[in-house]
């Protein structure tokens, strides 16, 4: 999969291209003290998924109301996590503050 990829998949997903609307709100829908379902962090600004797999470590940041996203996708598994570069382009490309460390 591509950073491309990765790109079309999570937009067509949060836009209902793949499942109705009706469908992703529910998947989508968190319980009270949670920020945290249907495989996505979820922000009042902002929908973050992250993950590891086979020594790859895939993050995006779907900016809810400009579209922007940032999607970085990293080949190796050490003692840190692409998630405070991720955070660091999404501030600059949205022009907002820090998202700080891996906070969700």
Do not use: C, W
Not at 53 to 77: D, H, M, T, W
Not at 81 to 97: A, D, E, F, G
């Amino acid at each position: 999969m591509t950073a491309g990829d990765l790109y079309r998949y999570f937009s067509a997903l949060v836009n209902g291209e793949i499942l109705p609307m009706k469908t992703v709100k529910e998947l989508f829908k968190t319980v009270p003290h949670s920020v945290y379902a249907g495989g996505v962090y979820h922000n009042k600004l902002y929908y973050r998924g992250h993950g590891i797999l086979q020594g790859y470590e895939p993050s995006i940041i779907f900016n809810k109301k400009a579209g922007n996203v940032v999607v970085l996708l990293g080949n190796r598994r050490g003692k840190t996590t692409t998630m405070k570069l991720t955070n660091s382009i999404y501030s600059l490309v949205n022009q907002t503050p820090y998202l700080g460390g891996n906070t969700y």
